[in-house]
């Protein structure tokens, strides 16, 4: 089956510093990519969607410029944090599309906590 | 407005027993349904999709739609205390060949009783 990995697993830092998520598909093209955070108690909320070589898509209410998304290749999509602050504390997924069935997967997750 | 509602419980079903769950969705051009379980500290895992009206069937695992009353439900029969999870309701607008973004439920806390 499909194997996703997330690196770090989980992660603390102190406010105002970035953190990296890296989100590999380890043997499938992820054309799509989707990232998503889980706050506590609550449900996955979609922050943006990124097609390999182009700018991402962010949802409504994520900065941009906080959250940087690159998808430069097709097995790898990372997402930034920058300046990061103890609201930014959550549960991060990467969810990559299959590209010749289109299945979602999700990532394991990585956990950040901001201090 | 919420999207896709579910009760978020805690629903507790004794061993054995039939446990049901249930969601509705607000936006009637959505064409594909997912349950996801995700046990507390993980990501999620896909259970179950459903694209047409009606039943469909995977193991102890049942899934109902119908998309006049916008109303998908996930039925697990012989509740195992390992089915003790959150279940996720997604729902996305794209079809089974499209990857659209999808949205998800709050979720329902299931605690499978011994």
């Known amino acids: 089956g499909a194997v996703v990995s997330q690196h770090p697993s989980w992660v603390i830092c102190k406010s105002g510093t970035s953190v990296k998520i890296e989100c590999r598909s380890l043997d499938f093209q992820a054309t799509t990519m989707f990232w998503y955070r889980q706050f506590p108690k609550q449900s996955l909320m979609l922050m943006a969607t990124?097609?390999?070589?182009?700018?991402?898509?962010?949802e409504q209410g994520v900065e941009k410029d906080k959250f940087l998304i690159n998808h430069a290749s097709l097995t790898l999509s990372t997402l930034t944090v920058t300046s990061a602050h103890p609201e930014d504390s959550s549960f991060y997924i990467c969810s990559p599309i299959a590209g010749v069935d289109e299945t979602q997967y999700f990532g394991p997750g990585t956990r950040l906590l901001v201090l | 407005q919420k999207e896709v509602e579910q009760n978020s419980g805690p629903l507790s079903v004794p061993e054995g027993a039939i446990a049901s769950l249930n969601c509705t969705y607000s936006?009637?051009?959505?064409?594909?349904f997912f349950w996801y379980r995700q046990y507390s500290g993980k990501s999620p895992e896909l259970i179950m999709s459903?694209?047409?009206?009606g039943d469909k069937e995977d193991g102890r695992f049942t899934a109902q739609l119908n998309k006049a009353s916008q109303y998908v439900s996930l039925l697990i029969r012989d509740s195992q205390p390992s089915d003790s999870a959150t279940y996720l309701c997604a729902v996305s607008l794209g079809g089974y060949s499209s990857a659209s973004k999808i949205i998800f439920g709050s979720g329902t806390r299931l605690s499978i009783r011994p």
């Open positions: 459903i694209y047409s009206n």
């Open positions: 990124s097609n390999e070589g182009s700018k991402a898509t962010y």
């Open positions: 936006d009637r051009g959505s064409q594909s």
